[in-house]
């Protein structure tokens, strides 16, 4: 999957493999890899909640976000908040009434566009749990650099030398945005720029998760 | 010691070349016919049919449906289940079946010792732990779905109540086939109980059914001789190659393949290339006798 753009700089994302079913204890799980970025995901659920934290009408959607080293902190808690209210709008909860999903996210390694892995994976363990989903998603990251150019799936090192990032996560029906996430300085021309670029990729990724069942490489 | 070392090998796509027809994913439009009937795995918008699971699209008649390959534990009302108790309340215990919520086995629904039927006192209510405690695996069959979907469970026949000593095994909740009869003593000198929610018990035969009065909550402990351990240790081989090879679990499939596995040494069956040949033969058996 390569491709060059005078225009818009480089456009490519690195190679992409995905596993699901890897752990046998959770209902279901999923590794997700975009270049040396690595995340493996676990889901539980719709199991047994807890009644201080039991909902009457839906089920009460957990994430937990655990760093390669060190304990979670403010940044990881945002990251959780995130990808919790990204699976909360695809995840149809009001199927579960008072049970508990719980999804946990173990950082393997991170190469830059983090976020936008842990999003895939996610997505991948949820469907392997078989939990009812509206729809699936496709998260894309993407750098602007200092002089403009727009690099997608940027690794660490283009992130650092990047004057904003930007995270989107795609639905598969209409191809729409669901999640933005922003962090930087950008016009207005620029941030659509982007999401035309991303959305580009959410689409394809979008459009053959059946493809990518067990291991492929993109 | 010896140890055996194979290479890692690729793992096959298994024999079936074609992809199943009606594979969809979360989102996909099954139909935009207004006709049909929304089953599970399915929801409605914009006046079409969606999949909300990835699976297999299943039609009866006017009833679509869409079949995930794994799901959790739907529970039916007479259904055959084992489970592990989790936890004792008052006038109840709960267990857990694989299902979404904990199951519930009522005081009121179990035999207690002395076989009559008698009202529960308030003596029985402190002696429950000494019936099941935690931790205890006891076959029981649903009594009813509560309006959530927890399960009721009763074991007012003597067929079930508690586990003695035996193997559990959990497999896809799919893979048990429905059957008249859950309950197998197998001629091969061991008892498996195919409960539908995927938990699967395997136990040594017991020759003379022990007296009413226990109600079902003493075990056996006497030791298991070397033979009948070979014997079930040979039958969780055999269960858990055909759940890797997604056969489906019934007492004839379960026998043949422990017939043709008979040809092995027990270890040798946990060896992939081993367990293929035994599961292929055995297909090709049930196959043989089903035409």
């Known amino acids: 999957m390569t491709s060059q753009r005078a225009d818009c700089g480089n456009l490519e994302l690195r190679s992409q493999s995905c596993e699901q079913n890897l752990l046998s204890r959770p209902d279901g799980s999923a590794t997700y890899c975009q270049g040396d970025t690595s995340v493996i995901v676990a889901v539980y659920g719709p199991a047994e909640v807890k009644q201080s934290k039991e909902f009457l009408d839906k089920a009460t959607l957990e994430v937990i976000f655990k760093p390669k080293v060190g304990i979670p902190g403010c940044s990881e808690k945002f990251q959780e908040r995130l990808i919790r209210n990204t699976c909360e709008t695809i995840v149809l909860t009001a199927l579960h009434p008072r049970s508990s999903i719980n999804i946990i996210i173990q950082v393997m390694h991170n190469a830059g566009s983090l976020l936008s892995c842990c999003v895939n994976s996610t997505c991948m363990a949820l469907l392997d749990a078989g939990l009812p989903m509206s729809c699936l998603v496709a998260a894309v990251t993407c750098s602007l650099s200092c002089d403009g150019d727009i690099i997608l799936d940027p690794t660490s090192q283009q992130e650092k030398e990047a004057k904003a990032i930007l995270t989107f996560v795609f639905e598969s029906r209409d191809n729409e945005i669901i999640t933005s996430n922003t962090h930087g300085i950008y016009s207005i021309k620029q941030y659509y720029s982007c999401v035309e670029a991303c959305r580009k990729y959410g689409f394809v990724s979008c459009q053959s998760p059946l493809g990518t069942t067990n291991t492929v490489e993109q | ?291």
């Open chain 2, 1 to 291: 010691m010896a140890v055996d070392i194979r290479l890692p090998r690729k793992r096959k796509r298994g024999e079936l070349t074609s992809e199943p027809r009606g594979l969809v994913s979360p989102g996909d439009v099954i139909t935009s016919d207004t006709g049909f009937m929304r089953g599970h795995g399915t929801y409605m918008e914009d006046d079409k049919l969606h999949a909300s699971v990835a699976g297999v699209v299943e039609r009866v008649n006017k009833l679509i449906c869409v079949q995930p390959l794994k799901t959790r534990y739907n529970g039916e009302v007479g259904d055959v289940v084992v489970g592990r108790i989790t936890e004792v309340g008052q006038k109840r215990w709960r267990v857990d079946t694989n299902s979404r919520l904990n199951s519930i086995l009522m005081l009121s629904s179990v035999n207690l010792p002395g076989g009559e039927l008698r009202r529960r006192s308030a003596e029985d209510e402190l002696m429950m732990r000494q019936y099941l405690s935690e931790g205890d695996l006891i076959s029981a069959e649903v009594q009813s779905v509560f309006s959530d979907g927890a399960l009721s469970l009763h074991t007012r026949s003597l067929k079930y109540g508690k586990l003695g000593q035996g193997i559990l095994l959990k497999v896809s909740p799919s893979l048990v086939k429905r059957r008249k009869t859950h309950f197998h003593n197998l001629p091969c000198g061991a008892s498996v109980i195919l409960g539908n929610n995927g938990y699967i018990w395997i136990s040594p035969t017991v020759e003379n059914e022990s007296s009413d009065t226990a109600g079902g909550f003493i075990q056996n402990l006497e030791p298991v001789s070397e033979d009948e351990r070979g014997v079930i240790a040979r039958l969780r081989n055999c269960i858990l190659g055909l759940a890797e090879h997604r056969l489906m679990l019934y007492d004839t499939s379960v026998l043949y393949t422990y017939e043709t596995s008979t040809k092995y040494e027990i270890h040798e069956l946990l060896k992939p290339d081993v367990m293929e040949e035994v599961i292929h033969l055995a297909r090709l058996k049930l196959e043989q006798e089903g035409t």
